[in-house]
């Protein structure tokens, strides 16, 4: 089998379509057409259902997309299954992340990557906001992202989920009664402090506004943590973080925290889908993915106790 008529058919399986795939996979529509159909005839096997509304997997393109995806990404780490046996790993790799999550994350990976692979680089960076911007362009390797949900990601991102996070409100010690929880539907009514759009938590909490008939009441806008510390312990507004941001906030002094019912945030690792990771970055997310599982079991995380399972 041609394994890239095979990452072409998962192309347009995850994409939803031909369309859709051929920009993600910078190939030319009829030409992808093409070498799916040079599968399905290799196959001798129909693997979408074909119409005027687009594709649609059928049983046999069901089961193949579960077996490629395990094939393709068996493939993707022979290279870095052979850099791990010989530890020779020379090169730099780019991590980017919130300054939250950087801020207990970077230390502790750095540290153990440089205690076995001394020869292995790691560049960290922040700015949450740009994160997608800076994979689209090779500024960084992977990056960790924050969505309400992992479908809002499209189908140009390799994710991988990490934790499911509680959402907290932060405010002043005399503005939360952090015995009990808030519902999202108060949230949105009160003067917020927010992270600038484009922002996922942002934009469910302007769709919880919107059913309510209202308008966010955005009093100040800031990317960094301290900044919003700053707003908030001057009482221009609440917060609204997960709990690991909204514990630094805490731990700052002068502020308190309360869980806010029903609104979590998914922490995901993304990566460009068009690619396979470098040995290293391959190293450094399964890194990533390890140190999340032992932060988790930690208690580091407001997460749900399933995850942990």
Known sequence: MDLRKLRYFVGVAEAGGFRRASEVLFIAQPSLS?????????????????????????REGRNLLLEGKDI????????????????????????????????ILFGPLTQRLHDIYPDLHVVCSGHSSKLLASLETDEIDSAIVTRVSCAEMGAAWKCDPLIREQAFLVGRKDQINEQGAVCLEDVVRLPLV???????????MQRVANTLGTELNVVAEAESLSAHQ????????????????????????????????????????????DRAPSPGAALVN????????????????????????
């Open 72 to 103: 393709l990404e068996r493939v993707d780490n022979i290279r870095t299954t052979l850099a791990l046996r010989t530890r020779a790993l020379h090169t730099t790799v780019k991590i980017g992340a919130p300054s939250s999550m950087a801020e």
């Open 230 to 273: 700053s707003f908030v312990r001057q009482g221009l507004g609440f917060a609204v973080f997960s709990y690991t941001a909204a514990r630094l906030m805490k731990e700052a002094g002068q502020l308190a925290i309360t869980p806010i019912e029903d609104f979590w945030s998914w922490r995901l690792l993304v990566r460009r889908a």
């Open 194 to 204: 927010l992270t600038p759009m484009p922002n996922s938590r942002r934009t469910q």
């Open 286 to 309: 399964n890194m990533i993915t390890r140190l999340f599982s032992e932060m988790a079991a930690g208690g580091v995380f407001d997460v749900e106790e399933r995850q942990l399972q």
């Open 34 to 58: 093409r070498h799916v159909r040079e599968l399905e005839f290799e196959l001798d096997m129909k693997l979408f259902d074909r119409g005027s509304l687009g594709v649609k997997l059928t």
